[in-house]
C-alpha cells in the first residue's frame, strides 16, 4: 500500500485521504471488535469479505436510486468513497427481535416484528453509542427535522432493499445499522449512506437452519467467521478469489 496520510482509525477500517479532493480511501482491516472493543480478535480475510460486499450493497443501492458515498473498490481492501461529514447517530433497522432490543424488552429473540422498527444511537464510543429519541437529536441540533424525515426515508429503503437481497438467497435480514453522510454542494446539502454495509453491521440468519451469518459468531463464540461471512459472499455471487 502506497504511503499517503491518515485521516483515522477506526474497529475495523482505517481512512486515508484520496487521490482527488473530496474522496476518501477506506481500507478494510481484519480486526473483529465487540462490546464496544472489549473483545478483540483479528479474522483473516473478514477485511477483504467486508469490502467486497460492502461494493456489492452500495451498488445495488445506488442501482435503485439510493444516493450512497461509494465510488469504486480499488483493491481487495479498499474502496475509493466521497467524502462527508458523518451524522453522528447509529441508525438501526429491525425486522425481527434481537440484540439488544431483546435485553432491553425481554423478547425472545427471532420475534417477528409488527413493522420495521428504526432506532437511532448517539456515536460515542466512550459512553457504548446510547440509545437516543429524536427529542435528542432536535435539542442537541445533530440532525433536522428535514434531516430525520430523509435518514428515516433512507433507513427504509436500505430495508427494503437488502431484505429482497437477502431473501433471495435464504438469507433473513433480522436487523442492520447504518451511518448517514452529509455532502455539502456549496448551499446546499445530500445525504448519502456512508461507511459501510456487511455482516459486521447486520444480523443475516439462514432461513431454513437459522444459522448465523454475521458478527454474532464472533459476538457468542459460534465457529468461524470468516466461513459465515465467506456463505453470505457465496451466495451472492461475490467471492473473492483469495478471502
Ligand atoms: O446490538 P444491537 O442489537 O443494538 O445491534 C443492532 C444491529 O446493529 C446489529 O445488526 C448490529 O450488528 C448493528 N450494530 C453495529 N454497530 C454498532 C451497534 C450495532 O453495526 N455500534
Given at each position: 500500500m502506497a504511503r499517503?496520510?491518515?485521516?483515522?482509525?477506526?474497529?475495523?477500517?482505517?481512512?486515508?485521504e484520496g487521490p482527488e479532493p473530496g474522496t476518501i480511501v477506506q481500507y478494510f482491516k481484519d480486526d473483529a471488535t465487540a462490546f464496544n472493543a472489549e473483545k478483540h480478535d483479528v479474522i483473516e480475510g473478514?477485511?477483504?469479505?467486508?469490502n467486497i460486499l460492502s461494493e456489492f450493497f452500495m451498488l445495488g443501492l445506488g442501482q435503485i436510486g439510493v444516493p450512497?458515498?461509494?465510488?469504486?473498490?480499488?483493491?481487495?481492501?479498499?474502496?475509493?468513497?466521497?467524502?462527508?461529514?458523518?451524522?453522528?447517530l447509529e441508525i438501526i433497522v429491525r425486522n425481527y427481535a434481537a440484540?439488544?432490543?431483546?435485553?432491553?424488552?425481554?423478547?425472545?429473540?427471532?420475534?417477528?416484528?409488527?413493522r420495521p422498527i428504526v432506532e437511532y444511537c448517539y456515536k460515542d464510543d466512550?459512553?457504548?453509542?446510547?440509545?437516543?429519541?429524536?427529542?435528542?437529536?432536535?435539542?442537541?441540533?445533530?440532525?433536522?427535522?428535514?434531516?430525520?424525515?430523509?435518514?428515516?426515508?433512507?433507513?427504509?429503503?436500505?430495508n427494503d432493499f437488502l431484505s429482497g437481497v437477502m431473501l433471495?438467497?435464504?438469507?433473513?435480514?433480522?436487523?442492520?445499522k447504518i451511518e448517514i453522510g452529509r455532502i455539502y454542494d456549496g448551499d446546499f446539502q445530500r445525504l448519502v449512506v456512508a461507511d459501510e454495509i456487511s455482516p459486521d453491521?447486520?444480523?443475516?440468519?439462514?432461513?431454513?437452519?437459522?444459522?448465523?451469518?454475521d458478527k454474532d459468531v464472533f459476538r457468542r463464540d459460534l465457529g468461524s467467521l470468516t466461513d459465515a461471512y465467506t456463505e453470505v459472499a457465496r451466495r451472492l455471487g461475490v467471492m473473492p478469489n483469495n478471502p
Open positions: 499517503r496520510k491518515k485521516i483515522y482509525e477506526g474497529k475495523a477500517k482505517t481512512l486515508y473478514k477485511g477483504v469479505l467486508n450512497t458515498h461509494f465510488l469504486k473498490r480499488l483493491n481487495m481492501r479498499e474502496q475509493l468513497v466521497r467524502s462527508c461529514e458523518i451524522v453522528p440484540g439488544s432490543l431483546c435485553k432491553r424488552l425481554g423478547m425472545d429473540e427471532g420475534t417477528q416484528l409488527p466512550a459512553l457504548g453509542d446510547p440509545l437516543v429519541t429524536e427529542e435528542h437529536i432536535a435539542a442537541f441540533g445533530w440532525a433536522s427535522q428535514q434531516d430525520m424525515d430523509d435518514i428515516l426515508s433512507l433507513a427504509l429503503r436500505v433471495a438467497v435464504g438469507i433473513r435480514l433480522v436487523d442492520f453491521s447486520c444480523r443475516l440468519w439462514d432461513i431454513k437452519t437459522g444459522q448465523k451469518l
